[in-house]
């Protein structure tokens, strides 16, 4: 008898800790969305440093899937103009909503940026910018943008 109250006590115990768990995950979820600024030179927390990365918690995430043109340096005069442009998009991007990831095949670059394929709404944000013609698919190299 003793047994058994101890195994439907022990059994309890696994349940209310399930549900714990469960609302502890419900209080987190895959999505968030945070104030997004654009990266200067102070400690970089939640901003936007060009096209295709930004800092988000701390943490310095690279969109996985899209190639944006170059800011710092910025090999001819077009590239600058839509590099700039594609930061600023991706600034109102970031900040119009909740944000998810999705890890790429690898989990970091060789600068050790989080390579994430993020979402809003569902839509995967290096998608948008590719139709905005402000990034290219990612092919696993960088081309040029001053062609």
């Given at each position: 008898?003793?047994?058994?109250?101890?195994?439907?006590?022990?059994?309890?115990?696994?349940?209310?800790?399930?549900?714990?768990?469960?609302?502890?995950?419900?209080?987190?979820p895959?999505?968030?969305?945070?104030?997004?600024?654009?990266?200067?030179?102070?400690?970089?927390?939640t901003?936007?440093?060009?096209?295709?990365?930004?800092?988000?918690?701390?943490?310095?995430?690279?969109?996985?899937?899209?190639?944006?043109?170059?800011?710092?340096?910025?090999?001819?005069?077009?590239?600058?103009?839509?590099?700039?442009?594609?930061?600023?998009?991706?600034?109102?991007?970031?900040?119009?909503?909740?944000?998810?990831?999705?890890?790429?095949?690898?989990?970091?670059?060789?600068?050790?940026?989080?390579?994430?394929?993020?979402?809003?709404?569902?839509?995967?944000?290096?998608?948008?910018?590719?139709?905005?013609?402000?990034?290219?698919?990612?092919?696993?190299?960088?081309?040029?943008?001053?062609e």
């Amino acid at each position: 008898m003793t047994l058994r109250v101890f195994a439907a006590a022990a059994g309890l115990s696994v349940l209310v800790i399930g549900i714990l768990q469960s609302v502890a995950s419900a209080q987190q979820p895959d999505s968030a969305r945070d104030a997004f600024s654009i990266c200067g030179s102070g400690q970089r927390i939640t901003c936007v440093v060009d096209g295709d990365t930004f800092w988000f918690r701390g943490e310095k995430i690279r969109i996985a899937d899209i190639d944006t043109p170059e800011l710092s340096p910025p090999r001819c005069q077009r590239e600058r103009e839509l590099g700039l442009a594609a930061k600023n998009r991706l600034l109102d991007i970031l900040n119009s909503g909740p944000l998810s990831f999705k890890g790429a095949a690898r989990d970091e670059d060789r600068f050790g940026r989080k390579l994430r394929i993020v979402y809003r709404d569902r839509r995967s944000i290096g998608d948008i910018l590719v139709a905005e013609g402000l990034a290219r698919n990612w092919q696993g190299s960088r081309r040029s943008w001053c062609e």
